[in-house]
């Protein structure tokens, strides 16, 4: 296990998060990890209220209360296929390292990575940083991004994709956090090929095993001194938001999006 590095783990709730940290801590000793909790459905709908019209809204509600059990309860035995096949662990974080917090973005995650002085923060499943956070340290800060950015920017990458007819890009990135939402200098991606049995909730237990390699590298890169963003073709940028009901469901019987 690789000890010279100072690694600091932001994670959102949620077995994707814990899946990750197993994943590097395997090779590398994570000190600390600072949870935050998921956020409160009720904000969430009053946040979109402000970007959306009412509708759109209400068709994303009705997705998340009336459909998404029903496609979770289908995508069980696959994503227990994936986690075996490829040995992922849910497990979770050792309590000596946890620090779960209701931000972060709080003055307190600021303090305490200003105290810790991290060489790289991995992140996952937060909510947006703010700039007085990454700007805290000198070490950069990489994010898991379930999506081909800039094309898939925002929730559900794989998803979309896969709607939008585009299966080419359907993956995963690994990038550098700015001040927008997945726009960050991308450092690596992989595209992934989903089977048929997978569907919506599936499909970001196949892009998190994509990443884990990629963000392996990006400490390899970290400890070598070569991390640095990657060159790409120029592509259409857009951040998503989620599907409604109806929309989801024509694109399952029209298009066999599932």
């Not at 003055?107 to 790289?120: A, C, H, Q, R, Y």
């Not at 923060?121 to 000198?138: M, R, S, Y």
């Not at 070490?139 to 379930?146: G, I, L, Q, Y």
């Amino acid at each position: 296990m690789e000890n010279d590095l100072r690694i600091v783990y932001l994670a959102g709730e949620g077995n994707l998060s814990r899946i990750i940290y197993h994943g590097l801590q395997e090779k590398y000793d994570i000190c600390r990890v600072i949870e935050e909790p998921a956020v409160n459905p009720l904000k969430i709908v009053k946040g979109r209220l402000k970007r959306l019209n009412w509708l759109t809204v209400a068709g994303q509600v009705l997705l998340k209360l009336f459909l998404e059990p029903y496609l979770w309860r289908k995508a069980q035995k696959r994503i227990e296929e994936i986690k075996s096949s490829e040995g992922l662990c849910e497990e979770d974080y050792p309590a000596e390292k946890l620090w779960r917090v209701e931000s972060v973005n709080s003055p307190g995650v600021k303090e305490e990575l200003s105290k810790i002085t991290p060489d790289l923060v991995i992140v996952n499943g937060t909510q947006i940083i703010k700039p007085e956070i990454f700007n805290a340290t000198e070490a950069p800060f990489v994010n898991m991004h379930c999506g081909i950015t800039p094309r898939y920017r925002g929730v559900h990458g794989g998803y979309w994709a896969l709607a939008e007819g585009d299966q080419e890009n359907f993956g995963v990135t690994v990038h550098l956090i700015d001040e927008g939402i997945d726009t960050g200098p991308i450092l690596y991606q992989e595209t992934v090929q989903p089977a048929e049995e997978d569907n919506f909730c599936s499909y970001p237990y196949l892009q998190v095993t994509a990443a884990l390699p990629l963000l392996q590298q990006a400490v390899e890169d970290m400890i070598s001194g070569k991390l640095s963003p990657q060159k790409r073709a120029e592509m259409e940028s857009k951040c998503w938001s989620h599907p409604t009901l109806w929309g989801y469901l024509y694109r399952r019987f029209r298009r066999g999006v599932k």
